[in-house]
């Protein structure tokens, strides 16, 4: 059988960095094996719905390359399957469940259960619908359909995670399928859905797992086949306790708009519950999609790190593509005011080997995007030197690099010709060299200064060392 997930949020607020982890591990498991993976919007709980959500939802898979393989034609690509647009259809599977007597209509008030569940409360019990309408053949207006769950049974499944799982059917609640509304509990719909779409195997949080008794009562009321469950374990903040909305690092569009590449979320997020085993840590999409394995994914609750994180996107901003980085990198400058310049792709070979995300590009190269540097004349002078020195190497710097071509102009070739220079006229590396690289950067701590000469130019370095030894000359 051809194995399908889904990744089927709710769109009631931003999607949950936990979310986000679900819809990889149901990409990556579909991709592995050569399935297919679909998205659908469970939104029949109005409301909770929050307008926007969805799409940020789809907007975010999309940004982290989670494509989907069918779907509605939504102009002329496949658009998720969207829950509130097939309500009728939940009705007809409502009444089917009426008709074979595994759902009864249930008229009792909010005022009633309230009193009940407080009196359940009292007694120290589990609050629990009380089945006071179950043999009441309560009239379908107005009221609600609950499924009528048998008493006495084990419910035993085997989770493709957490092995042998059982629960007491006395434990598990008449739960609500159809609300007085006519739209469908997110239980109905999900089974529902999940059958008429052929889903193989459903991987969700663990926070999912109450629910999977009465789901799969579902499956049995309508005669279905269950498909394969897979509860991914919680999430625990570094404090301990659940990763939660308070903690502030929840929503997953924060970390693509605090400039993480995707590639680097996504890998730090199959981390948190699957590990491969040995001591590889740092793989792409493609290379998940070739190693991913469910087995392999614990049971235990996952750390949440945002130190490994950094360390996570520093390796693979290392490894990206100049070229690429040029795109993504172009709306944080703007950001932060500054101007693209043309030779963006050479400063980004410098900065990928030292930055973690894209919002950090231009901290350290500040000094490429600005025309004018503001530092102090006395940082211009080396450890150990004095004033007349540092004038005497940068005006003497000035001179040789006049005489190089622009052909020498890369990082390589003048460091290898300024060492050799320094080294022919004694002149000492650091009372030179530092002299030289504060002239560029106007910083204490900066790229080198080959590195800086090379992202400036031959135009621009004769500049500054120009306007260095102005700095000290008055
Ligand atoms: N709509 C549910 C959610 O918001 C889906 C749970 C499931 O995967 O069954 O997570």
């Known amino acids: 059988m051809k194995i399908k997930t889904r990744f089927a949020p709710s769109p009631t607020g931003h999607l949950h960095i936990g979310g986000l982890r679900t819809a990889l591990f149901n990409f990556l498991f579909a991709r ?63 009444e089917k469940l009426v008709a074979s007597g595994h759902a009864y209509w249930c008229l009792c008030s909010v005022e009633r259960l309230e009193k009940m569940r407080e009196e359940q409360k009292k007694r120290s019990e589990m609050p629990k619908y009380d089945g006071h309408c179950r043999d009441a053949h ?17 419910i035993a499944f085997n989770d493709a995670i957490r092995g042998d799982v059982s629960f007491a059917s006395n434990d598990v609640d008449d739960q609500v399928l159809l609300k007085s509304d006519g739209f469908p509990t997110y239980h109905l719909a999900n089974i529902v859905d999940d059958h008429l779409m052929e889903i193989t195997h459903v991987i969700r949080g ?27 374990p919680l999430i625990l903040s570094g404090e301990g306790g659940k990763l939660s ?32 085993g040995g001591e590889r840590e740092v793989y792409s999409l493609k290379e998940l999609i070739e190693v991913f394995d469910l087995a392999k994914v614990n049971k235990s609750g996952a750390v949440f790190s945002l130190d490994k994180l950094d360390w996570l996107a520093h390796e693979h901003m290392k490894q990206a ?82 005489k190089l071509s ?5 990082t390589a070739t003048l460091e290898k010709k300024l060492l050799a220079w320094i080294k022919e006229h004694t002149l000492g590396n650091s009372q030179t060299l530092w002299p030289l690289r504060v002239a560029l950067t106007g910083r204490e701590k900066s790229p080198g200064p080959f590195e800086a000469a090379a992202l400036l130019g031959k135009e621009r370095t004769i500049e500054r060392v120009e306007d260095a030894i102005q700095r000290l000359s008055s």
């Open 406 to 410: 622009e052909k020498e102009w890369g």
């Open 321 to 402: 593509d100049p070229k690429r980085l040029v795109k993504l990198v172009e709306p944080f400058l703007k950001k932060k005011g500054l101007e693209p310049p043309r030779n963006l792709a050479d400063i980004l070979r410098v900065e990928q080997q030292r930055v973690a995300t894209l919002s950090e590009v231009g901290e350290e190269t500040q000094f490429v995007f600005v025309d004018e540097l503001n530092y102090k004349p006395a940082l211009l002078v080396a450890k150990k030197s004095n004033t007349e020195e540092a004038k005497d190497r940068l005006g003497k710097t000035q001179a040789f690099l006049t």
């Open 138 to 154: 309560c009239s379908p207006e107005g009221a609600v359909l609950r499924l009528k769950i048998p008493a006495g049974r084990t």
């Open 245 to 276: 909305k308070r903690s502030g690092h929840a929503a997953a569009i924060d970390y693509f708009e605090q400039g993480y590449l995707s590639e680097a979320i996504l890998n730090f997020l199959v981390l948190l519950g699957w590990n491969p």
């Open 206 to 232: 663990e926070e999912w797992l109450s629910s999977t008794p009465k789901h799969l009562l579902l499956y049995e009321a309508f005669g279905w086949k269950p498909p394969t469950f897979a509860h991914l």
């Open 32 to 94: 592995h094996h050569g399935g297919a993976f679909i998205v659908r919007i469970e939104d029949t709980d109005r409301a909770r719905t929050v307008p926007g959500t969805q799409e940020e939802i789809l907007a975010i898979l999309k940004r982290a390359g989670l494509t989907y393989d069918e779907g509605p034609d939504v102009d002329g690509k496949y658009g998720p399957y969207v829950q509130s647009e097939r309500t009728e259809l939940y009705r007809k599977y409502a």
